[in-house]
């Protein structure tokens, strides 16, 4: 199943679009996303969660039960894809609302980095924790930048208005925000560390 390409809602700020799920094979949510689902007419094939927050549990879909509160909903919903053989996964709802939540996010996604690819969309830009050799496409005058959670080292970088030089990024010292790309295609490498890279929608 590596190369089925799955939809996954969080309970984060929902989608000001309504996405076009009609390229993946999998569409799934946590408990508390699939309400957006439900008014927008997108069937999910499984919502997993303790579903504490739904007054009508549906029928008609697979209903997965994880009420172990040592981990978050993004935790165990990412668990169950692995488990099923998924090892590609868009990530929709992830940030937005409460910011504790997001960060969380963020830590789930370097735990899992070994395990799921995971890209993250929301209204305002794309991201992703990044290979030590990243290419990006399509990047042309976009606001591009990289957050170190919480260092990388060695970042060499081509297409950025701002380049680096094998030079490392601290979270808390030196972060890459807010960078332009001035080429359609931009490289990043790095050594050491953990890296998510956003890439601004506009």
Known sequence: MKNKKVFLLLNGETPKIVPDVSNYDIICATDGAYQYLKENNIAPHFI?????????IPKNIEVISTPNQNFTDFDKILQI???KGYTKVDVFGASGKEQDHFLGNL????Q???KIKLT??????????ADK????SDCKNKIVSLIPFPKATSIVTSGLK???NNEDLVFGKRIGTRNIAIENNVTITFKTGDLFIFINHK
């Open 133 to 136: 050799n990243t290419k990006i």
């Open 107 to 110: 830590h789930t996604a370097i």
């Open 120 to 129: 993250f969309f929301d209204n305002n830009s794309r991201y992703f924790l």
């Open 81 to 83: 894809l692995f488990e």
């Open 48 to 56: 997993s969660g303790d579903f504490d927050s739904l007054q009508e």
């Open 162 to 164: 701002y380049q680096l």
């Open 112 to 114: 899992f980095k070994e």
